[in-house]
């Protein structure tokens, strides 16, 4: 699960009153995930807790740091505050519905090498103060 949640940009933030945005960023410990394979269309199992949803998830590429990997969960400024992640680090998938809360997923196209995870992004789960990331690593 996420293991810190920091705000990043918070003296240019500051410095501007507020009109520069500042970013709250989810971080996972470890550069690396410790679950890795070099299969670019990797297929998961998804047994979902009761109500929930396969729609409730996205798959994200996390940006790498030297000793945590990231993404950005929402930003503020003076003015408002918003939660959300950047779609540009979304990547596509498809799932087909095996039996009941249980689902096959599988990325719309080839994952390239790097840090990913799937991030519950409403639901159940994400009323827990940590928050959900199930996160995994594509080898070259």
């Not at 705000?7 to 550069?31: C, D, E, F, M, W």
């Not at 930003?75 to 498809?94: I, L």
Request: charged share 25%; hydrophobic share 35%; net charge positive.
């Amino acid at each position: 699960g996420i293991s810190n949640v920091r705000t990043g940009s918070t003296l240019a933030s500051n410095l501007t009153g507020g009109i520069k945005r500042a970013r709250v960023n989810a971080q996972l410990k470890g550069a690396r995930s410790a679950f890795r394979m070099k299969e670019r269309l990797p297929q998961f199992y998804f047994y979902l807790p009761e109500d929930a949803s396969i729609g409730d998830y996205l798959l994200l590429r996390l940006a790498q740091r030297l000793d945590v990997r990231q993404l950005e969960i929402g930003q503020k400024t003076f003015w408002k505050a918003q939660a959300g992640v950047d779609h540009d680090k979304e990547a596509e998938f498809s799932y087909k519905r095996i039996k009941a809360r249980l689902y096959l997923v599988t990325p719309n196209h080839e994952l390239e090498p790097g840090e990913y995870g799937f991030y519950i992004a409403a639901g159940v789960e994400l009323k827990k103060v940590s928050g959900r990331i199930y996160d995994f690593g594509i080898d070259p």
